[in-house]
């Protein structure tokens, strides 16, 4: 099983709501990564979890918040959004971190829209 | 800094032929990987192949093979017998030896014509 699974397939939120994107991976791989992707633009990296611990932060607001609850396992919170984030948000998982020549195995992205 | 280039926004093919997709990077390290990515329409994001710097031999997968010219730090992908499967964005992307983040390119959205 290579996949990497995302819900919602798509999300419309007010800049007051709260919601959560969830990612899941069964292929026993210890790193997952959040990226956001504009139409037309390659993916650009938010987090990466190393182990179940936040390994890498790329300076991303606060209004995003990740969590990742076990192994399995990639929730992104969010809060107070403005409509510039609106985008796909694509999860990715790998077998390692610091593995560059690891493969990463992406999700088929939540698809948000913030009015 | 490292830097991906895609001169190629836009290509198109008739199927059955072959197409070329460039792709120039820019560091001064010598370890690191390359990556193709495709990125069918509405669909995830999937590795097409990937090269290790420290390798002459040009990766090949199917009907895909690159042409990795490291002194030129250029990484192109050609694709031979085109499908209309092929169709899709195509994200060229490095990575440094032992780090985790991709840079990726700014992409080339092949079309595949029947």
């Known amino acids: 099983d290579t996949e990497v699974t995302q819900t919602p397939k798509h999300l419309v939120m007010g800049m007051t709501n709260k919601k959560s994107l969830k990612c899941e991976q069964h292929?026993?791989?210890?790193?997952m990564y959040w990226y956001k992707q504009k139409a037309k633009k390659p993916p650009e990296l938010m987090f990466v979890?190393?182990?179940?611990?936040?390994?890498i932060n790329e300076s991303v607001p606060s209004r995003f918040s990740p969590e990742c609850p076990n192994s399995s396992l990639l929730n992104l919170h969010l809060h107070a959004l403005q409509p510039e984030d609106s985008a796909l948000y694509l999860c990715?998982?790998?077998?390692?971190?610091?593995?560059?020549?690891?493969?990463?195995?992406f999700g088929p992205g939540t698809r948000l829209l913030v009015l | 800094a490292q830097t991906v280039t895609q001169s190629q926004p836009e290509m198109s093919v008739q199927e059955a032929e072959t197409v070329t997709l460039s792709c120039t990077y820019d560091?001064?390290?010598?370890?690191?990987?390359l990556f193709w990515y495709k990125q069918p329409p509405s669909r995830q994001m999937i590795l097409v192949i990937r090269?290790?710097?420290?390798?002459?031999q040009n990766a090949t997968e199917n009907r895909f093979s690159v042409n990795f010219q490291k002194a030129a730090k250029s990484f192109s992908l050609k694709i031979s017998d085109s499908q209309l499967g092929d169709t899709a964005m195509y994200f060229c992307?490095?990575?440094?030896?032992?780090?985790?983040?991709?840079?990726f390119g700014t992409g080339t959205r092949l079309k595949v014509l029947a």
């Open positions: 090269q290790e710097a420290y390798k002459q």
């Open positions: 560091t001064s390290e010598s370890n690191y990987y």
């Open positions: 992307a490095f990575a440094l030896s032992g780090t985790y983040k991709y840079i």
């Open positions: 990715a998982s790998s077998q390692v971190v610091s593995a560059s020549w690891e493969t990463q195995y």
């Open positions: 979890y190393s182990y179940e611990k936040l390994s």
């Open positions: 292929m026993g791989h210890r790193a």
